[in-house]
């Protein structure tokens, strides 16, 4: 997505804002990996720069517990989005999907996830929260 990630109903920060939480659980159980691009908006009412730097590490927070990234650079707009979109490419050629299994008493649920990786000079995004079920249910 490309966007400011301005609540404007909700201008200060907090970390546990409901409506991430329900953008993160929503994404989680869609299994959906969230990439965002900033662009500042020109609004009167987002156009403050701590507005704009909630905004940002709203977006960032969302993006990293869904394993995607958060582009931005500052508190303007870019002036290219191609390289976005090149790293965006990259990430999408490098993909990979793992499965796992969890014991799970009840019904379905997001679950935080916590994942090392032992290799030299590799980096890995994983999600933080993962949407877990039965296995004799399927996904919704």
Do not use: C
């Not at 960032?60 to 508190?75: E, R």
């Amino acid at each position: 997505m490309v966007t400011d990630g301005v609540d404007t109903s909700q201008r200060a920060y907090d970390p546990d804002d409901p409506y991430v939480q329900a953008a993160i659980t929503d994404a989680a159980r869609a299994h959906l990996v969230v990439y965002s691009i900033y662009w500042k908006s020109q609004g009167r009412m987002d156009n403050t720069e701590a507005a704009n730097d909630t905004g940002q590490n709203l977006l960032s927070q969302i993006a990293q517990a869904t394993g995607g990234k958060s582009f931005w650079q500052g508190m303007g707009n870019p002036v290219s989005l191609a390289p976005y979109f090149d790293e965006l490419s990259r990430r999408f050629r490098n993909q990979w999907e793992l499965g796992l299994v969890v014991p799970l008493s009840g019904k379905p649920q997001v679950e935080s996830l916590k994942m090392k990786l032992s290799a030299p000079g590799t980096e890995i995004d994983t999600p933080q929260q993962v949407y877990v079920y039965p296995a004799a249910a399927t996904a919704k």
